[in-house]
């Protein structure tokens, strides 16, 4: 499995080199992702596919804006009504450059309100990974920078989530609690700033 991390912003990518740039299987690239070749692409999207804005404003004019009409009408299909942060569904696009999109909510909405201090990179990435890891047809997927554009989250905390989902996917570094207290300090280490207890 290749994976192509692509943005266009310097501090992104620069925390992005801190965390993979050990990792034989990735690459990094400082460019407009829409422009790359690849098996898939991923939709940092919304949990009801509205591909109007941001990145995803981006791919609706790369793909045509019939993706977003199908990639709803599945959404609408499912048993939940929506597509939880944590789940993905692949999409064809009709593209030979690109032929398929993995749409993985990294929000309900579209909103800037309290993303940044969420776990939402983690568990968009690992959706990502576990859905391109499942397709034989998948040997190659470009990855935006997870909740850094409109959810607003720090570069860095965004590398982290990202290359967490990574180890336990690509890496098979599983996790292991002996007891609560473990569990919750593994899940202040994905965001340091994301709040545990309010009092």
Request: a negative charge.
């Amino acid at each position: 499995m290749k994976i192509i991390l692509s943005a266009i912003e310097p501090k992104l990518i620069s925390a992005w080199e801190e965390f993979f740039s050990e990792e034989d299987n990735v690459s990094i690239t400082e460019s407009d992702i829409t422009t790359l070749e690849c098996d898939a692409i991923v939709s940092p999207a919304n949990s009801f596919g509205f591909m109007d804005g941001g990145l995803d404003y981006a791919l609706s004019v790369r793909f045509g804006w019939d993706l977003e009409k199908k990639l709803q009408h599945r959404i609408k299909a499912l048993p939940e009504g929506e597509l939880l942060v944590g789940q993905a569904l692949l999409m064809e696009t009709g593209d030979t450059k690109v032929p398929y999109l993995i749409s993985a909510p990294t929000m309900r909405i579209p909103t800037n309100f309290n993303i940044d201090t969420s776990v939402n990179a983690y568990l968009a990435m690992k959706a990502v990974l576990i859905m391109a890891t499942r397709e034989d047809k998948i040997a190659s997927v470009a990855v935006p920078g997870l909740c850094t554009g409109v959810g607003r989250m720090q570069p860095v905390i965004a590398a982290r989530q990202m290359y967490q989902a990574y180890k336990e996917i690509i890496l098979g570094e599983r996790m292991d609690f002996n007891n609560f207290g473990e569990a919750q300090k593994y899940h202040w280490n994905i965001n340091p700033q994301g709040m545990v207890w309010t009092h």
